[in-house]
């Protein structure tokens, strides 16, 4: 059974921090991926990661503020989100896809998705 287990999410002052799991068990996905979706709003890129050279993206938003990183062992994916702002507040999803094409921005070139995680930055 494909599993994708977001945690690490919780409530945080402005400026703050959170690092964000996503743990995948069943198979091994090519790029690995985090959206988030605030309410009112559909759901946004927020960073991308291939598995095979840990070649990363980032939305603009997010870009100097959030890094990922990977334990290949446990299969892990991370989300270190520095300098939280309250415009950041939302679900935030893992999603595994088995595709690696040049741009993996686009939610529906994901094929598994985790329950999401709640973030939540107070002002």
């Known amino acids: 059974q494909v599993q994708l287990v977001e945690s690490g999410g919780g409530l945080v002052q402005a400026g703050g921090s959170l690092r964000l799991s996503c743990a995948a068990s069943?198979?091994?996905?090519?790029?690995y991926a985090w959206f988030r979706q605030a309410p009112g709003k559909d759901r946004e890129f927020v960073a991308t990661m291939r598995w095979s050279d840990g070649s990363e993206n980032y939305a603009d938003s997010v870009k100097g503020r959030f890094t990922l990183s990977r334990d290949n062992a446990k299969n892990t994916l991370y989300l270190q989100m520095n300098s939280l702002k309250p415009e950041d507040t939302a679900v935030y999803y893992c999603?595994?896809?088995?595709?690696?094409?040049?741009?993996?921005?686009?939610?529906?070139?994901?094929?598994?998705w985790g329950q999401g995680t709640q973030v939540t930055v107070s002002s």
């Open positions: 069943g198979r091994a996905f090519s790029t």
């Open positions: 999603a595994g896809s088995f595709r690696q094409f040049y741009s993996m921005t686009y939610a529906s070139l994901y094929d598994y």
